[in-house]
């Protein structure tokens, strides 16, 4: 049998902000000039992003009374804590996520912990040891003898390997049972700056976890799966250096170029005939999950593929609830096409993300109606 999804589980952090809160919150910061605060105004209002999740409770309260870690309660002036402070706060709060979304999976799925046989998880926001891996099976209930793999600092594009990894595991171990889970806490990197690109970064990215359970065993419940097909991994003929993601002595520092929607634009067509195959049109696929990087990322991939305006519906509306989960946002588009009763049985599905180098991973899925087994 192949390996399929039997789910797809979320979670994200109770402190839900609106994207204008925050803008104006940048645009005030101290050292924020005129043409500073046009530029922040300018990045927030044309995001395509409504509202975020962030585990730092504080920049949603405008009326707070004790000072935190990041804002100090009566001047909501930003604090640029270090880095060792920021990881700190991922090693308390992470966990919580990575477990959100598995729970989440493993309920959907009708699987109970104690089946799980081996975890991949991938963050690139945070480090710590015995991690997360860890945690889920001290937290959970899975045996104690599961195999554990991290993959970390693969960027925004790194649900895909992770999801590679757990289908190779389940092509040489049959009746194994694979727990992938994506959770990053970017908003713990946030900075006041008048640079561009950190503008950006501030603009769009935010906090979330999914998580999916990968197997070739029978369905435990009847209902829709992804029967999982071909991965591809292709480095583009440049942006090396336009997408990147460093450790500074104030938290983790993103670059994204405005070269990134315009390269993914230009070459996405040639990786796509080579995931879809030469005779395939990019139109004749049913379902598209392409990472958010931001609203110009989706222009460019719709544009470049000759897609209609509804195949970007599912990233669009991702994006515009949640902002960029970095790798976890994936699996919050791959959820919904899975729950889509609209879609006919046996519908295909492509999916696309994007990572530093620049790296475009891709995927191709099933959306089958399943009986349990």
């Not at 920049?59 to 804002?71: C, I, K, M, N, T």
């Not at 690139?124 to 104690?144: E, N, S, Y």
């Not at 369905?219 to 029967?227: A, K, S």
Request: with cysteine.
């Amino acid at each position: 049998m192949a390996a399929r999804i039997l789910s797809v589980g979320t979670a994200v952090p109770e402190t839900r902000l609106s994207q204008s809160q925050v803008r104006d919150f940048f645009a005030v910061q101290p050292g924020i000039d005129r043409l500073a605060a046009r530029l922040i105004r300018a990045a927030f209002d044309s995001s395509a992003i409504d509202s975020r999740h962030s585990v730092i409770a504080e920049l949603g309260e405008a009326s707070a009374h004790e000072d935190g870690v990041f804002v100090e309660a009566a001047s909501r002036e930003l604090h640029a804590p270090s880095t060792g402070t920021r990881n700190a706060l991922y090693r308390r709060e992470a966990p919580a996520l990575f477990a959100g979304a598995a729970m989440d999976a493993l309920v959907r799925a009708g699987v109970a912990a104690s089946e799980i046989t081996h975890i991949v998880t991938a963050s690139c926001t945070g480090f710590f040891a015995p991690g997360p891996d860890f945690r889920l099976v001290r937290d959970l209930g899975i045996r104690a003898t599961a195999e554990r793999y991290h993959l970390g600092f693969l960027g925004c594009a790194a649900a895909f390997p992770a999801l590679r990894a757990a289908t190779r595991i389940v092509d040489a171990q049959p009746e194994a049972v694979v727990l992938v889970v994506c959770a990053e806490l970017c908003s713990l990197h946030i900075r006041s700056s008048t640079d561009p690109e950190q503008i950006v970064a501030s603009a769009v990215f935010a906090d979330g976890a999914g998580a999916a359970i990968v197997t070739s065993t029978p369905p435990r419940v009847d209902g829709p799966v992804f029967d999982i097909g071909e991965f591809f991994t292709a480095i583009t003929s440049e942006g090396e250096s336009d997408m990147e993601w460093t450790i500074g002595d104030q938290g983790f520092e993103m670059k994204l170029t405005a070269e990134v929607p315009r390269i993914v634009g230009r070459e996405i067509r040639g990786v796509v005939r080579t995931v879809l195959g030469g005779d395939t049109e990019p139109s004749t696929v049913a379902a598209w999950a392409v990472h958010p990087g931001g609203r110009s990322v989706l222009d460019r991939v719709q544009g470049g593929l000759g897609l209609a305006d509804d195949a970007m519906d599912v990233s669009r509306s991702v994006l515009r609830e949640y902002g960029n989960m970095s790798s976890a946002t994936v699996l919050f588009i791959l959820q919904r096409i899975l729950a889509d009763e609209a879609l006919p049985n046996g519908a295909s599905v492509a999916g696309l993300c994007f990572g530093p180098g620049l790296t475009v991973e891709a995927a191709r899925f099933t959306r089958r109606v399943a009986a349990a087994g």
